[in-house]
């Protein structure tokens, strides 16, 4: 009775064995009938060598990929810098040829530099003063016989012009330029600007002007006052008139001088001789160098 309970259990526990094992080989086993390895037929894991080979030709899908965006892009780029370059150099063509060139027009403007036009009003109002000196001093003269020397000394003086010279600046007035157009040069609109503001300082300059006259013509009375007053008989000068004859044509041909002095004397010169032959009035001749002539003698018109 026993033996047959045990043998029940030991045959009950091998058929479930043996159904267990059949069910896991047919559970490893496709419908479709393939058979599967040990490891099943499910999603296999890769091994290293296969993800290596995968992950590899995946990298190299994406390098290639990369490679021929990158490519691309840089023809894109290329191609848009070319066009733009290309675009430029034809810009640059266009604006070369259509370049507006100017020259300079044969209107030319001259001027004197303002410091330099100062001082030319400046000298020129001193000038005129000494010019009324003479003018005083000839009038005063006109009843003499004799001169004082100091007097005959001071209006020589006043006769020596002093001249300031000076080269002008000259410049184009406009240019014409290749487009047909005229217009005022750089030089020309400073200068404009220039010449405004000396009118605007004109009037500051003339009155400066003014009074340099003024004090000059001041200073010439007075000396001829003082000379007049202090002036020796003994050393004034015999006041001549003076004529010149000169030939109107001719190369070689000199003028003549003519002096007719207060004291009878008349005295005769040629340009360039330094000489002076005199005849007095018994007739004598005399003849003086040019040095004792003006010792002596004064010319009414100071030549």
């Not at 810098?81 to 027009?105: D, F, L, N």
């Not at 750089?186 to 006259?213: F, G, H, S, T, V």
Request: glycine letters at 4%; charged letters at 25%; aromatic letters at 8%.
């Amino acid at each position: 009775m026993n033996i047959r309970k045990h043998w029940k259990k030991i045959l009950l526990t091998t058929t479930a064995f043996f159904w267990a094992s059949c069910h896991y080989e047919d559970a490893a086993q496709p419908l479709y009938g393939v058979y599967c390895p040990p490891e099943g037929c499910g999603e296999p894991e890769l091994s290293s060598s296969s993800a290596e080979t995968v992950l590899s030709s995946s990298s190299e899908a994406v390098s290639s990929s990369s490679m021929i965006n990158a490519s691309s892009s840089s023809n894109v780029g290329e191609s848009s810098s070319s066009e733009k370059v290309a675009s430029s150099s034809s810009e640059s063509t266009s604006s070369s040829s259509g370049e507006v060139t100017c020259t300079p027009g044969d209107s030319v403007v001259s001027y004197y530099p303002p410091s330099y036009s100062a001082d030319i009003a400046k000298m020129g109002a001193e000038e005129r003063a000494k010019h009324a000196g003479v003018e005083k001093i000839d009038s005063i003269q006109q009843t003499m016989q004799t001169i004082p020397q100091c007097l005959a000394q001071l209006r020589m003086e006043l006769d020596m012009f002093v001249a300031l010279y000076g080269a002008p600046n000259v410049f184009p007035k406009d240019e014409v330029c290749s487009d047909g157009t005229t217009r005022p040069t750089q030089e020309y609109l400073n200068y404009l600007k220039m010449k405004e503001e000396w009118e605007k300082n004109k009037p500051a300059l003339d009155e400066e002007c003014q009074k340099i006259y003024e004090d000059k013509l001041k200073e010439i009375e007075q000396n001829v006052k003082k000379c007049l007053a202090t002036s020796n008989p003994n050393t004034d000068l015999t006041i001549c008139d003076f004529d010149a004859m000169c030939p109107e044509y001719g190369v070689d041909s000199k003028c003549t001088y003519k002096y007719t002095c207060n004291d009878g004397v008349t005295c005769h010169r040629t340009a360039g001789e330094t000489n002076m032959d005199c005849t007095n009035k018994q007739g004598e001749k005399v003849t003086y160098s040019k040095n004792e002539f003006d010792k002596k003698y004064y010319t009414k018109n100071g030549y």
